[in-house]
């Protein structure tokens, strides 16, 4: 058994679950906060038996698409803030950042 932790933006989440739901994986849905951008995002953990690891993985690859986010960077004006204009900055935010673990023991009371 393998535990898979998927860190997903929050507007795939609930697609996400719903598809996993729907495919027969059971899971659980946390709230985080990104360290990059600072923004919310949603950590899905579930249990996966070895031979679905790829299945699973599949169907998150499937709902969660890489996006474009635009940045404001925070810099210092060097002169009069008049003279002060911020440039943008276009990231690209992944779609999710999967992690696979061994899993020693599963039980479930």
Do not use: W
Not at 52 to 79: D, M, N, Y
Not at 88 to 102: E, T
């Amino acid at each position: 058994m393998k535990l898979v932790i998927a860190v997903v933006q929050d507007g795939d989440a609930a697609a996400l679950l719903e598809k996993m739901v729907e495919n027969g994986f059971r899971a659980t849905k946390l709230a985080s906060t990104g360290g990059f951008l600072k923004k919310g995002n949603t950590t899905i953990f579930a249990g996966v038996e070895n031979e679905r690891i790829q299945e699973i993985i599949h169907l998150i690859k499937e709902k969660c698409c890489v996006t474009q986010q635009i940045l404001t960077p925070i810099t210092s004006a060097g002169g009069p803030m008049e003279s002060y204009l911020p440039h943008l900055i276009d990231v690209p935010v992944s779609g999710a950042n999967i992690f696979v673990i061994d899993v020693e023991q599963y039980i479930k009371v």
